[in-house]
């Protein structure tokens, strides 16, 4: 049997070692809180309390400050390799200089709260950021690569700094948002207590977000606190041009505006599994670090979706070929992508 270990037992940690179990998994599991870890145990959701010295992977879902300290307790622990799923990575990863780690960030979660939000499905048709650095091994990405994959998640490559910037912009600013539009409706229900029975879907929907946990957004502000003021800034400078269109009236700007919105939330990506007209792109792996994480990052570079992947290994050496899934329609731009960056692609057609 596969094992692994989950440092954090709480929505994410939880829903991992149920996904994981699912698979076919192993898992030892902690949590700083006693209760949470004998919890998980009676509800079956970890099969055991502490941490596997032999697991092949570790999770690290504590808060983002503890990450690295936990990420090194247990890459001197155990013999397989270790990643974590804060929601910032550039403090993480900076922290860390191990080959057998690579930064995580799931882009899913829940309004639930803890184990009684764990789900096994949580990450099913989600995308899994990873963030490897110069030090992470290719063994270590292929490794950690197949099992999320395994989990039904959609593999992105990004620069951890990359991603703090695009996170604070479509995680955590929506967030902070949401918090200030329910403030304002609060201090209106104060004064109009029907203020709230007025809040229909398009409120609900876009202050969806202000019901999680917020314990967790005080690590997320103190750590990706420049990431956040930009977007701040940004969201600022818009609503100010929003409310001078608004106050002169200009209809014609504020039409433009709001198509603009709309064909840009239409023409939001779907997910892997949407996929119908695949082929395969097989790219012989270069004998240098980090060539199968440049080639995923090329991938979240030009917006293609990564339906599968396997890496076939050469009998004769330990150089290998990265088989990849893709969207017919893309196959071409992909496959100049990769050529402009030295590599030698070739397109197979699936039948």
């Not at 049997?1 to 076919?24: D, E, F, H, P």
């Not at 949590?31 to 502490?50: M, V």
């Not at 309004?111 to 989600?126: K, N, S």
């Not at 290998?320 to 960056?341: S, T």
Request: hydrophobic share 45%.
């Amino acid at each position: 049997m596969r094992r692994a270990n989950v440092l954090g037992l709480g929505l994410i940690g939880g829903s991992l070692a149920l996904a994981l179990t699912k698979n076919g998994f192993y898992v030892t599991g902690s949590d700083e809180n006693l209760q949470t870890t004998n919890t998980a145990l009676e509800r079956e959701i970890i099969q055991a309390i502490g941490i596997d010295p032999q697991a092949e992977i570790s999770f690290i879902a504590t808060p983002v400050t503890s990450i690295p300290t936990q990420a090194k307790f247990a890459l001197e622990n155990t013999i397989g390799i270790v990643t974590d799923v804060g929601g910032v990575k550039a403090s993480v990863v900076s922290a860390i200089d191990d080959s057998r780690f690579i930064g995580g960030h799931p882009m899913a979660g829940s309004e639930l709260a803890g184990l009684d939000g764990a789900d096994e499905t949580l990450f099913e048709g989600a995308v899994w950021v990873l963030t490897p650095s110069e030090s992470s091994a290719d063994e270590t990405f292929e490794k950690l690569a197949k099992i999320i994959t395994m989990l039904g998640a959609e593999v992105v490559v990004l620069d951890a700094q990359r991603h703090d910037r695009l996170v604070a912009i479509v995680s955590h600013l929506p967030h902070l948002t949401a918090a200030t539009l329910m403030g304002l409706a609060h201090v209106a229900a104060e004064e109009h207590v029907a203020v709230l029975r007025l809040a229909a879907g398009g409120f609900r929907d876009m202050t969806r977000v202000a019901s999680g946990q917020p314990q967790i957004w005080i690590d997320i502000c103190r750590e990706n606190r420049s990431a956040i003021l930009d977007a701040l800034d940004g969201m600022i400078a818009g609503l100010s041009e929003m409310r001078s269109v608004v106050e002169i009236q200009d209809t014609s700007e504020l039409l433009s505006r709001l198509q603009t919105a709309r064909t840009a939330r239409a023409n939001l990506p779907g997910r892997v599994h949407e996929l119908m007209d695949v082929c395969e792109i097989r790219v012989p792996i270069p004998d240098r670090s980090g060539a199968a994480a440049e080639i995923f990052t090329l991938a979240a570079d030009l917006g293609v979706n990564i339906a599968n992947f396997e890496v076939s290994h050469s009998v004769e050496g330990d150089r290998g070929v990265l088989v990849l899934v893709i969207d017919k329609a893309i196959a071409e731009m992909f496959r100049g992508g990769l050529m402009a960056r030295k590599f030698r692609p070739t397109i197979q057609q699936i039948s």
